[in-house]
């Protein structure tokens, strides 16, 4: 069964302190892996799409990067505006149109 | 630019009762989705539509149904509400289903079945 799981699920980060948020995911094919920020009652916007295996995507100071079984999200140096919920996403082949998201990690940057 | 209008963005619903949730896009996109969101899980799939008059099932059907009869709306109709429907509900569009299609997302409704 295709899996996306992220962590932590929560992360607490004084403004400045770079760290990474993890998303694993097991799928019998991968077509594309998928960043999103959600923003508390808002609905998720787009980040980065990585396709294979080393590929890296840059955005001010978010940072995604992808190996064969995980995508990794560097944030460095953040901000408080960065708080956020960041979710992850796979679309895997055979499966059509879904996308499979994981629950998320909740980025909290204290000034 | 508008994006992706859902309607209501919050709404209370007693057992039992009927309710159709709002999606408009502007942005001529052909693909069109609903999701639910649960606290703990991950957004799920209900329904899909590739292009108007054709819908098909995602991961979460039971309990709902769709109508894709405009490029532009895509209504999700919710019969018999059960408590298990609470949910936050996201109404999303991409072009087409190709993987560097992103999803755009609307700001989302808030149902409580009561």
């Known amino acids: 069964e295709d899996q996306v799981t992220q962590s932590p699920e929560a992360l607490r980060l004084q403004e400045g302190e770079s760290s990474s948020l993890n998303c694993s995911y097991t799928?019998?094919?991968?077509?594309?892996l998928f960043w999103y920020r959600q923003d508390p009652g808002k609905g998720p916007e787009f980040l980065f799409t990585?396709?294979?295996a080393g590929e890296e995507k840059e955005k001010e100071r978010l940072k995604a990067t992808l190996t064969k079984k995980e995508s990794f999200l560097h944030i460095t140096a953040p901000k408080p505006e960065d708080s956020a919920t960041y979710l992850c996403?796979?679309?895997?082949?055979?499966?059509?149109?879904?996308?499979?998201f994981g629950t998320g990690t909740s980025l909290t940057v204290i000034p | 630019n508008a994006g992706v209008t859902q309607t209501p963005k919050f709404r209370i619903l007693k057992i039992g009762q009927s309710m159709t949730l709002q999606c408009t896009q502007d942005?001529?996109?052909?693909?069109m989705y609903w999701y639910r969101q649960d606290p703990g899980m991950g957004l799920k799939l209900i329904y899909y539509?590739?292009?108007?008059?054709?819908?098909d099932k995602g991961e979460v059907p039971n309990g709902y149904n769709v109508s894709r009869s405009t490029t532009e709306d895509f209504p999700l109709r919710l019969e018999l509400a059960a408590p298990s429907q609470t949910s936050v509900y996201f109404c999303?569009?991409?072009?087409?289903?190709?993987?560097?299609?992103?999803?755009?997302f609307g700001s989302g409704t808030q149902l409580s079945v009561l």
């Open positions: 942005m001529n996109h052909n693909y």
């Open positions: 539509s590739v292009g108007a008059g054709i819908t």
């Open positions: 799928v019998s094919g991968l077509r594309g």
């Open positions: 990585l396709y294979s």
């Open positions: 999303a569009s991409s072009y087409s289903g190709h993987t560097n299609e992103k999803l755009f």
């Open positions: 996403a796979v679309q895997a082949r055979g499966t059509g149109n879904q996308f499979y």
